[in-house]
């Protein structure tokens, strides 16, 4: 699975999110806006630096999601 490594310009600094509490939990709707796109094809989100790749997401829009799950280094949502 290649979510989670560093594919940025030549190794240059990437923030990673740290253990503690997640600012997003399972079940909960936010707003955010996609600002790039995986390899795999999903939108990638971030709030508060936290990752949440989002299904079926394109690159500038504006969307409502939901949040299924949570992992350490990011979270996985649908549109709504």
């Known amino acids: 699975m290649s979510y989670g490594r560093d594919r940025g310009s030549g190794g240059g600094f990437r923030r990673t999110y740290n253990s503690g509490p997640k600012p997003v939990e399972v079940g909960k709707e936010y707003e955010v806006?996609?600002?790039e796109v995986s390899n795999r094809g999903d939108g990638i989100a971030r709030i508060q630096g936290f990752i949440?790749?989002?299904?079926?997401?394109?690159?500038?829009?504006?969307?409502?999601?939901?949040?299924?799950?949570?992992?350490?280094?990011?979270?996985?949502?649908?549109?709504?």
């Open 52 to 80: 949440i790749f989002v299904k079926d997401g394109k690159v500038a829009d504006n969307v409502k999601i939901r949040v299924i799950s949570v992992g350490d280094r990011f979270a996985k949502a649908e549109l709504i």
């Open 33 to 35: 806006q996609i600002s």
